[in-house]
């Protein structure tokens, strides 16, 4: 495999890329390189490698769709491409790889202009993890000219939320980092809570890091609108046929280096929230209920996923 889908599979895996659209984006973008550098010398040969290369790439994390999908996507291309010659081939994939990542720009951005739209004045805004899509919501809303704070939770172990917090105070937004522990001592006062997604279920559950159910159903107890920022290629096609996404258990020593003997350490990574608890998805075609992300994801996606 090219050494660059190498690295990009061992950053993925070792966090080093993380949330979902970073995720897709740089296996898109591994998957260019490979284009524009792979050694085959006829078209069977490199057609070969790029299947292996898209394979590796949407291995490299669990739950992840959004990968899976645009990966499967840039391979159906490929296997009905007509181009004969291995030169005009390689060209054709090269630009329509391009037009994948100009379209999630463009889809981010669409997002984000209806999520800002949510963001009350003089609110305190509730977030978990990192997700660069939330957080573009909330910087929009800071360019609207919005007053309001957020709360970012840590969240342990690998704390993400710190992210979250460096990108929102280099952005003049008013926030504060909390443990995770604290999430019903803020939701008290808060309005909103936003935060990301890393899959989207037939059912509109979502999938996501540890601790945003805990999050939702508190949310649920106060009476606190609850809205997921989720582009419609994190749905999750297999989920339709009741195949569960599986869920990531990360390693011990990211909890406790050194525990004692007899002392068992789990350290799951995400984890679903139903449907129920969650207000609204917020999408490139607006802010929909979670019932309707599945045929407006399938619509949009293709038929082709299924297969």
Known sequence: MHKQAEKTVRDIKSLKIQGARNVATAALKALIVFIEEGRAETKKEFL????????????????????????????????????????????????????????????????????????????????????????????????????????????????????????????????????????????????????????????????NKIGTSTLAHIAKMYDVSFYVAAELSKYSPKTIFGTREKIEERDFKEVWKTPPKNVKIRNPAFEATSAKYINGYVTELGVIPPPSFFSMATKKLGIRLYE
Do not use: W
């Open 48 to 207: 070969e490698e790029f299947r292996k290369t898209v394979e590796t790439l949407s291995r490299s994390r669990p739950t992840e769709p959004m990968m899976r999908n645009l990966l499967q996507e840039a391979a159906a291309f490929a296997e009905e491409s007509k181009e004969e010659s291995l030169a005009a081939f390689r060209n054709t994939l090269k630009r329509h790889e391009e037009k994948m990542l100009k379209q999630i720009e463009k889809d981010k951005q669409k997002l984000v202009q209806y999520g800002a739209r949510l963001i009350p004045n003089n609110a305190l805004v509730l977030t978990h993890c990192h997700s660069s899509t939330a957080t573009g919501i909330l910087i929009k809303a800071k360019k609207m000219k919005k007053r309001f704070r957020v709360v970012a939770f840590e969240t342990r172990p690998r704390y993400q939320g710190r992210k979250t917090a460096k990108e929102l105070a280099g952005a003049g937004i008013d926030v504060t980092l909390a443990v995770d522990g604290s999430m019903s001592l803020f939701m008290k006062k808060a309005d909103i809570v936003l935060v990301g997604a890393d899959s989207i279920t037939s059912r509109g559950d979502l999938i």
